[in-house]
């Protein structure tokens, strides 16, 4: 089957050079909103997902506090994912594919990502440096379903943790 386009994109991993992660914000640049102060977000992710809060209704309640709004990846598309990274001065997020959104945000963007304690990784440590994102991290408690590709179940994470950990980053921010 012969099908004509005006534009193709190859797709394949990428190295971490610099050029290729401004050749995908040059071609969403649209997308791409003036960051608004004070505008935070915390991206939830629902059990069907893979990894998430166990407690997650009491951490929501907690981060709301702090004038965070709550949203979910999974029904937003693309061009919405690239509009909210980039308006957001703050970001609390579980980890997951859903932070690769984090190359849209701009330069000084505070970025905490919650992982539990034994599946920590380092590559949106990494994408966060590489575009001047001010990163932390906080680990919640082990997985309750633990399996060896692609970890995924419930954590516990420890609201008054949390509660200290806001206090502290939210003052630094």
Not at 96 to 119: D, K, Q, Y
Request: aromatic content about 12%; some cysteine.
């Amino acid at each position: 089957e012969i099908i004509e386009s005006e534009t193709v994109c190859l797709l394949q991993p990428m190295p971490y050079d610099i050029k290729y992660w401004r050749w995908i914000r040059s071609i969403t640049a649209r997308y791409i909103l003036p960051q608004q102060p004070g505008k935070k977000i915390f991206i939830n992710r629902p059990p069907t997902t893979g990894r998430y809060i166990s407690n997650h209704e009491e951490i929501h309640q907690l981060v709301r506090s702090y004038g965070f709004e709550i949203t979910n990846m999974e029904n937003k598309s693309i061009e919405e994912q690239i509009a909210l990274f980039s308006s957001a001065s703050h970001i609390i997020s579980i980890h997951g594919a859903g932070l690769t959104n984090l190359l849209f945000c701009h330069e000084n963007t505070s970025v905490l990502e919650i992982m539990p304690n034994e599946r920590i990784s380092t590559h949106y440590f990494w994408l966060s440096r590489r575009f001047g994102l001010n990163y932390e991290c906080i680990l919640g408690g082990n997985l309750k379903q633990h399996r060896i590709f692609y970890p995924k179940g419930k954590f516990y994470l420890d609201p008054v943790k949390m509660k200290k950990y806001l206090d502290e980053w939210m003052t630094e921010a």
